[in-house]
């Protein structure tokens, strides 16, 4: 079975730019979620979808949004970049709202210059 | 808010018993997770815990007390493989809150 694949692995942005980031749980999963993980701050919640509705959102800037489609696979958008923006970008998927346990992705690592 | 604390390091020596202690306040609660992760990988899954007590699997062990905001995962018969950080987090709302990690350093 496979895992929740997340694409693409490395990303390298100028500030200013936008970018988005792609996730595709593992199959059956209907909730997907996000995380930053940076060395100072660790991982922080940004959003979850649930059948392509978002029940969750961190505290997070505006410039951070994302959508779920109806394969379940979702989307993070980053709007004028920023270089603390730069960080390990992970998602992780659920059967339902997480109580099955949450399977994380290998990460998109996005490095803003 | 959500205030999860663990500490930031431990070093334990091969075939040892190290025990990763985690406190919350949390505005909600829908169990506690433990997760493995490996410099430069994604968190693994390690335990979950959502009644008070203790669930053991393998050489992995993890204690929860609700009343006390408090959880710990005990590492036993450590391996060189174990080197890595342990994140605890609380589940709430559809959503982790994650303490900082514990790097755990096992030493020969």
């Known amino acids: 079975k496979a895992g929740v694949t997340q694409t693409p692995r490395y990303l390298i942005k100028t500030r200013g730019q936008q970018v988005t980031l792609s996730c595709s749980p593992i199959s059956g999963h209907r909730s997907v979620s996000w995380y930053q993980q940076t060395p100072g701050q660790g991982l922080q919640f940004l959003f979850e979808?649930?059948?392509?509705?978002?029940?969750n959102k961190g505290n997070f800037p505006g410039r951070f949004s994302g959508r779920q489609f109806s394969n379940s696979r979702s989307e993070m958008n980053v709007s004028t970049l920023e270089l603390g923006d730069s960080a390990l970008y992970l998602c992780?998927?659920?059967?339902?709202?997480?109580?099955?346990?949450?399977?994380f992705g290998s990460g998109t690592r996005l490095t803003v210059v | 808010g959500q205030n999860i604390d663990q500490p930031t390091e431990m070093t334990a020596t091969e075939g040892a018993i190290v025990q990763i202690n985690c406190t919350y306040q949390?505005?909600?609660?829908?169990?506690l997770f433990w997760y493995q992760q490996h410099a430069g990988e994604a968190p693994t899954f390690l335990s979950y815990n959502v009644l008070d007590g203790l669930e053991e699997k393998g050489r992995f062990s993890s204690f929860l007390s609700r009343s006390k905001g408090y959880s710990y995962l005990l590492l036993k018969e450590l391996q060189m493989k174990d080197s890595a950080s342990y994140l605890c987090?609380?589940?709430?709302?559809?959503?982790?809150?994650f303490g900082a990690g514990t790097t755990v350093t096992v030493r020969a």
């Open positions: 979808y649930f059948s392509e509705t978002q029940r």
């Open positions: 949390t505005s909600g609660f829908n169990g």
């Open positions: 987090a609380v589940s709430c709302d559809y959503k982790l809150s």
């Open positions: 992780a998927s659920s059967l339902t709202s997480g109580y099955a346990g949450y399977t």
